[in-house]
């Protein structure tokens, strides 16, 4: 676990989202903060603490053998030198099919750590349906960045 040297949040993200798709909960959870205060939101769900429930609930989600891909658009960025904060829609679609599910709102943090970002807590929850009609009629994806202050 945590093996992997992330050099920017950009990355860690990519990583997290090939190990979703994957349903590799060991890829999944190298993306992770090794700390007990990181916490994970899947949506419609509790809140989930620690890397160990945090392995245990992807292990679950994966267990169900369903394969995804993930389509990210309107990422919204804001960083400093050692907390990013992701603010994106996911589109998920079963593996090898066209239709896509209702998208989902996700908040992603990443801090450095030792030289390398890691997830500190990833919240996804369903968009709301008008705001994910938007969505579906503008999929471009924009890339702001910002600075915290």
Not at 28 to 34: E, K, L, R, T, Y
Not at 36 to 45: A, G, K, L, N, W
Not at 77 to 90: K, N, S
Not at 119 to 148: F, K, N
Request: aromatic share 8%; with cysteine; net charge negative.
């Amino acid at each position: 676990m945590n093996t992997t040297r992330y050099a920017t949040p950009e990355e860690a993200e990519q990583a997290f989202y090939d190990a979703f798709e994957a349903a590799d909960v060991n890829a999944m959870m190298d993306v992770w903060a090794p700390r007990d205060f990181v916490e994970c939101i899947h949506p419609m769900s509790d809140r989930v603490q620690g890397t160990d429930s945090i392995a245990a609930s992807w292990r679950e989600i994966f267990s169900s053998g369903l394969r995804v891909r993930i389509r990210r658009t309107d990422i919204h960025r804001t960083q400093d030198a050692l907390l990013a904060i992701h603010v994106l829609y996911e589109y998920l679609s079963i593996s090898g099919g066209k239709e896509q599910m209702a998208p989902v709102i996700a908040t992603n943090i990443y801090q450095l750590i030792a030289g390398s970002w890691r997830m500190v807590l990833h919240h996804a929850s369903p968009a709301a349906r008008g705001e994910s009609e938007r969505q579906q009629r503008t999929p471009g994806s924009s890339r702001d960045q910002h600075q915290l202050h």
